[in-house]
């Protein structure tokens, strides 16, 4: 594990940022523990104010402090999509590992299971059961929620995975020399699809952040809930930018594209360790 | 034979079991749910006006009927089909009488033309970038291409609409802020530059959101084919860069292309929902939000089960026309 992130930061720069952006994320989290506010008290601070000593991101209209309620909003947002991936990871791993080793009927079942929930549109159904549940929805509702819509891709990519690496020599070479089955899938196959989880498990992040800002901004998550999606809700709501307080909705928004490219980075950065070209490319350069 | 059998019928057997478990959804979730939309409508009503208890039970029994809530739940499951196969979805409560169908049917034209274009541009266009940036990894263009695109990429297709509406629209006014069109419509130039007017900026951000898809692939799979040895073997016959590109590399490539196309329709129909809910583009994505907001249970069931039965069927047309790109599906 130390050996694999030493790498990834010697080799990869696009890991480096992107971590170092991650860093910074967690850093924000951190500070939300810190908060002289509370997350849902209001009128505390003068309104509308534009960015200055006293609040570095500027107030609300309904008398937030724009800092504070971002390290909240990234807080929550991060548990969502934290919530979302466990979920969805949780029942599309085991899945396409299942359907990977063992082949054969069940493999042509869960496949065509899982081919026909790739198909189907997610967000209008997301929309549908986020539309009737509007006001019980919760965090961890919201997590369940969007975890449960996405296991379907992981479970494709986890099952094209463990093919390939059932086909791959060395496979064959512990199977001759009398190794069991569980042997082989916990000492040759898992060391390669660890890696591959994180990455994988880091892209997952980045779609429920995507479907958490996006449902929480037309309004359908729980509202009261500090999270990126909704602090742009509630900016609209207070008219923003029709009022030209550009920053009530500044924050949310560029806060929330720093966190996917940097969550992106770091998940191209393992991806591109991962992949045998680039390694063999970046052994052959540093001889 | 065996392509229909191995092929084409595995295919549409699959696209029946996508509408059927979409039927089945739109069924079972508003009745799974602890919210019942009979008892939100009249509270809704009573909210404005008192009822005699009479009275009340009329209303209730005849939103049930008009809500298909009557009966058991397999008699109304029988029902729902009846009516979905008829293609009545029930009346919406937003307009109320106005049936849903002819609601969807307002909304569908703009949404499919607004969806085809970006789409079929973003699709070209990700894979000319994407092919050029494989094939010229070290040419400068290619590495900004690549890096702008590959930032773009993460963005939700939200916060890149949205951006694109702070700008355009409030800071540099040059777009429209809502509508599909100005003036009455009709085969003339007035019309149809303001249809374009008002679609540029939600296709543009369509268009964004799906070209750096589409180009983080295709530059991946012309990278890998450019470093093969049929492609090497016609540089060193000193073929002109452009044609190995064009006849051999993108040729080569066009396969998964098409196969993924079926694959990412869903992702950039989702994209055209949430950027016409931005733009106020007056196409079925704009209804959905406005029955969202409004709690019309009928209108929601219509569209997405509308939209899961339509991107299921193109995304059935597409595969069914890849034996025709692929002989190795055609001859198998």
């Given at each position: 594990?130390?050996?694999?992130?030493?790498?990834?930061?010697?080799?990869?720069?696009?890991?480096?940022?992107?971590?170092?952006?991650?860093?910074?994320?967690?850093?924000?989290?951190?500070?939300?523990?810190?908060?002289?506010?509370?997350?849902?008290?209001?009128?505390?601070?003068?309104?509308?104010?534009?960015?200055?000593?006293?609040?570095?991101?500027?107030?609300?209209?309904?008398?937030?402090?724009?800092?504070?309620?971002?390290?909240?909003?990234?807080?929550?947002?991060?548990?969502?999509?934290?919530?979302?991936?466990?979920?969805?990871?949780g029942?599309?791993?085991?899945?396409?590992?299942?359907?990977?080793?063992?082949?054969?009927?069940?493999?042509?079942?869960?496949?065509?299971?899982?081919?026909?929930?790739?198909?189907?549109?997610?967000?209008?159904?997301?929309?549908?059961?986020?539309?009737?549940?509007?006001?019980?929805?919760?965090?961890?509702?919201?997590?369940?929620?969007?975890?449960?819509?996405?296991w379907?891709?992981?479970?494709?990519r986890?099952?094209?995975?463990?093919?390939?690496?059932?086909?791959?020599d060395?496979?064959?070479?512990?199977?001759?020399?009398?190794?069991?089955?569980?042997?082989?899938?916990?000492?040759e196959?898992?060391?390669?699809?660890?890696?591959?989880l994180?990455?994988?498990?880091v892209?997952?992040?980045?779609?429920?952040?995507?479907?958490?800002?996006?449902?929480?901004?037309?309004?359908?998550?729980?509202?009261?809930?500090?999270?990126?999606?909704?602090?742009i809700?509630?900016?609209n709501?207070?008219?923003?930018?029709?009022?030209?307080?550009?920053?009530?909705?500044a924050?949310?928004?560029i806060v929330?594209?720093?966190?996917?490219i940097?969550?992106?980075?770091?998940?191209?950065?393992?991806?591109?360790?991962?992949?045998?070209?680039?390694?063999?490319?970046?052994?052959?350069?540093k001889? | 034979?065996?392509?229909?059998?191995?092929?084409?019928?595995?295919?549409?057997?699959?696209w029946?079991?996508?509408?059927?478990?979409?039927?089945?959804?739109?069924?079972?979730?508003?009745?799974?749910?602890?919210?019942?939309?009979?008892?939100?409508?009249?509270?809704?009503?009573?909210?404005?006006?008192?009822?005699?208890?009479?009275?009340?039970?009329?209303?209730?029994?005849?939103?049930?009927?008009?809500?298909?809530?009557?009966?058991?739940?397999?008699?109304?499951?029988?029902?729902?089909w009846?009516?979905?196969?008829?293609?009545?979805?029930?009346?919406?409560?937003?307009?109320?009488?106005?049936?849903v169908?002819?609601?969807?049917?307002?909304g569908?034209?703009?949404?499919?033309?607004?969806?085809?274009t970006?789409?079929?541009?973003?699709?070209?266009?990700?894979?000319?970038?994407?092919?050029?940036?494989?094939?010229?990894?070290n040419?400068?263009?290619?590495?900004?291409?690549?890096?702008?695109?590959?930032?773009?990429?993460?963005?939700p297709?939200?916060?890149?609409?949205?951006?694109?509406?702070?700008?355009?629209?409030?800071?540099?006014?040059?777009?429209?802020?809502?509508?599909?069109?100005?003036?009455?419509?009709?085969?003339?130039?007035?019309?149809?530059?303001?249809?374009?007017?008002?679609?540029?900026?939600?296709?543009?951000?369509?268009?964004?959101?799906?070209?750096?898809?589409?180009?983080?692939?295709?530059?991946?799979l012309?990278?890998?084919?450019?470093?093969?040895?049929?492609?090497?073997?016609?540089?060193?016959?000193a073929?002109?860069?452009?044609?190995?590109?064009?006849?051999y590399?993108?040729?080569?490539?066009?396969?998964p292309?098409?196969n993924d196309?079926?694959?990412?329709?869903?992702?950039?129909?989702?994209?055209?929902?949430?950027?016409e809910?931005?733009?106020?583009?007056?196409g079925?994505?704009?209804t959905?939000?406005?029955?969202?907001?409004?709690?019309?249970?009928?209108?929601?069931?219509?569209?997405?089960?509308l939209?899961i039965?339509?991107?299921?069927?193109?995304?059935?047309?597409?595969?069914?026309?890849?034996?025709?790109?692929?002989?190795?599906?055609?001859?198998?």
């Amino acid at each position: 594990m130390f050996t694999i992130m030493r790498d990834l930061f010697r080799y990869s720069s696009s890991f480096r940022y992107g971590f170092i952006v991650v860093l910074i994320v967690l850093v924000m989290v951190g500070l939300s523990f810190f908060s002289p506010y509370r997350p849902d008290e209001m009128r505390v601070v003068p309104p509308n104010r534009p960015p200055s000593p006293d609040h570095i991101l500027g107030t609300t209209s309904t008398g937030q402090d724009v800092f504070w309620m971002l390290t909240f909003a990234m807080r929550n947002t991060l548990m969502i999509a934290g919530l979302a991936v466990l979920i969805g990871r949780g029942i599309g791993v085991p899945l396409g590992m299942v359907s990977g080793y063992l082949g054969g009927g069940v493999d042509r079942v869960l496949s065509s299971i899982v081919d026909s929930f790739i198909v189907i549109p997610r967000l209008p159904l997301l929309i549908l059961i986020a539309s009737i549940l509007r006001g019980q929805l919760t965090l961890f509702g919201l997590g369940v929620l969007i975890g449960i819509l996405d296991w379907a891709f992981p479970s494709k990519r986890y099952r094209a995975q463990i093919l390939s690496l059932r086909e791959r020599d060395f496979t064959n070479t512990a199977v001759f020399s009398g190794m069991s089955t569980w042997k082989i899938v916990l000492k040759e196959h898992l060391p390669f699809v660890i890696p591959y989880l994180l990455a994988d498990a880091v892209s997952g992040i980045l779609f429920a952040i995507g479907f958490e800002v996006t449902l929480s901004a037309l309004g359908l998550s729980a509202m009261s809930m500090q999270s990126i999606g909704t602090m742009i809700y509630w900016g609209n709501y207070y008219g923003a930018l029709l009022a030209n307080r550009v920053w009530i909705l500044a924050a949310p928004v560029i806060v929330s594209i720093i966190m996917v490219i940097g969550f992106y980075m770091v998940s191209t950065g393992i991806s591109a360790y991962l992949d045998p070209r680039s390694r063999l490319a970046r052994m052959q350069v540093k001889g | 034979m065996t392509l229909l059998k191995e092929y084409i019928l595995p295919r549409i057997l699959q696209w029946a079991v996508v509408v059927f478990v979409g039927v089945t959804i739109t069924f079972l979730i508003p009745r799974l749910s602890p919210v019942n939309p009979v008892d939100q409508a009249i509270a809704r009503i009573t909210t404005f006006q008192s009822m005699d208890p009479d009275a009340m039970l009329m209303a209730r029994a005849t939103l049930e009927d008009l809500y298909g809530l009557k009966g058991s739940i397999v008699d109304q499951y029988i029902a729902y089909w009846r009516r979905v196969l008829k293609g009545d979805l029930g009346p919406s409560f937003l307009a109320f009488p106005t049936p849903v169908s002819k609601m969807i049917g307002a909304g569908i034209g703009w949404t499919v033309g607004l969806l085809a274009t970006s789409l079929i541009i973003s699709w070209l266009l990700g894979i000319i970038l994407g092919s050029l940036a494989g094939y010229f990894p070290n040419r400068w263009w290619s590495q900004v291409i690549e890096k702008t695109l590959v930032t773009v990429y993460p963005v939700p297709y939200f916060i890149l609409s949205f951006v694109l509406l702070m700008l355009f629209t409030y800071y540099w006014p040059i777009f429209p802020l809502v509508g599909g069109a100005k003036g009455t419509p009709g085969f003339n130039w007035d019309y149809i530059s303001s249809v374009l007017h008002h679609s540029f900026l939600p296709a543009l951000s369509i268009i964004i959101g799906g070209t750096a898809f589409r180009f983080i692939m295709a530059r991946a799979l012309a990278f890998a084919e450019a470093n093969s040895n049929y492609v090497q073997f016609a540089e060193i016959a000193a073929l002109p860069k452009m044609k190995i590109l064009v006849s051999y590399i993108i040729r080569n490539t066009m396969l998964p292309h098409v196969n993924d196309l079926a694959l990412s329709l869903g992702a950039v129909f989702e994209g055209a929902l949430i950027t016409e809910v931005v733009f106020s583009y007056p196409g079925i994505g704009y209804t959905l939000y406005s029955a969202i907001n409004a709690g019309d249970y009928n209108l929601i069931m219509g569209i997405t089960l509308l939209s899961i039965v339509g991107i299921a069927t193109a995304s059935l047309l597409v595969d069914l026309s890849y034996p025709l790109f692929d002989p190795r599906v055609r001859y198998r």
